[in-house]
C-alpha cells in the first residue's frame, strides 16, 4: 500500500494551501487517515485525523485555520490550510490505518506518505 501526498509548497502569510493524500494497493478498508508535521530536529506531531465515519480531531495549534476532508470512494484525504502562518512551515505527513484481507483474515497495518514541504514567509 502506498500514500501519496501532493499540494506542498511557499505561500505567503495569511494565504491558503491545500494537501492531497491518496491511497493505493491492495486495501480492502483505509480506517483512520491524517496527517502529521515535523519541523527539523522536533518530533512529528499530530496535525489533524480523520476516520471513515468522519469523526475529526484537530491539534490546537490549527484548529479554526486547517480543515481535514476525505473521499472514502477514492481512499484521499485532503487538508486545507488557511490563514497559514510562517510556524507552520514543516513537512507534512498524510498517514493512513488500513485492513487487508488474506485468506478470510482481515490484516490492519499503517502507512505514511513520503511528506511534502509547507514553506510559509513572513
Known amino acids: 500500500v502506498q500514500l501519496q501526498a501532493s499540494g506542498g509548497g511557499l505561500v505567503q502569510a495569511g494565504g491558503s494551501l491545500r494537501l492531497s493524500c491518496a491511497a493505493s494497493?491492495?486495501?480492502?478498508?483505509?480506517?483512520?487517515m491524517g496527517w502529521y508535521r515535523q519541523a527539523p530536529g522536533k518530533q512529528r506531531e499530530l496535525v489533524a485525523t480523520i476516520t471513515s465515519g468522519g469523526a475529526i480531531n484537530y491539534a490546537d495549534s490549527v484548529r479554526g485555520r486547517f480543515t481535514i476532508s476525505r473521499d472514502n470512494a477514492k481512499n484521499t484525504v485532503y487538508l486545507q490550510m488557511n490563514n497559514l502562518k510562517p510556524k507552520d512551515t514543516e513537512v507534512y505527513y498524510c498517514?493512513?490505518?488500513?485492513?487487508?484481507?488474506?485468506?478470510?483474515?482481515?490484516?490492519?497495518?499503517?502507512?505514511w506518505g513520503q511528506g511534502t514541504l509547507v514553506t510559509v514567509s513572513s
Open positions: 498517514t493512513a490505518v488500513y485492513k487487508i484481507l488474506t485468506d478470510d483474515v482481515l490484516h490492519e497495518f499503517d502507512a
Open positions: 494497493g491492495n486495501i480492502f478498508t483505509v480506517d483512520k
